[in-house]
Nanobody
């Protein structure tokens, strides 16, 4: 009932910028929190940034001051603006939607904890 699609990844030089987008589609009523996680080769998936429907944000220490998360509640879309990118930011970035209320096929309002996108690759290299 709910799908997340990321876009905006690619190859960028150190010090460069990228903007990731993630659009949630389906029979969505509301989404409590949306966020970005990343997973580098050989490492565990980690939280990068998250934002609630009220606008409260949370960032990993490694990206504070460089990444900015924002959200358009009307479009069920979350963005991640990344500046001053470093090689260690190289990873697959995954979009997450947490606390999703949606209409099921029989028009009941259902609730799901987690949805994930398929990921978009960000490579920071010269």
């Amino acid at each position: 009932q709910v799908q997340l699609v990321e876009s905006g990844g690619g190859l960028v030089q150190p010090g460069g910028s990228l903007r990731l987008s993630c659009a949630a589609s389906g029979t969505i009523f509301s989404i409590y929190a949306m966020g970005w996680y990343r997973q580098a080769p050989g490492k565990q998936r980690e939280l990068v940034a998250a934002i609630t429907d009220g606008g409260s944000t949370n960032y990993a220490d490694s990206v504070k001051g460089r990444f900015t998360i924002s959200r358009d509640n009307a479009k069920n879309t979350v963005y991640l603006q990344m500046i001053s990118l470093k090689p260690e930011d190289t990873a697959v970035y995954y979009c997450n939607a947490d606390g999703v209320k949606y209409y099921s096929s029989d028009l009941r309002l259902d609730y799901a904890m987690d949805y994930w996108g398929k990921g978009t690759l960000v490579t920071v290299s010269s």
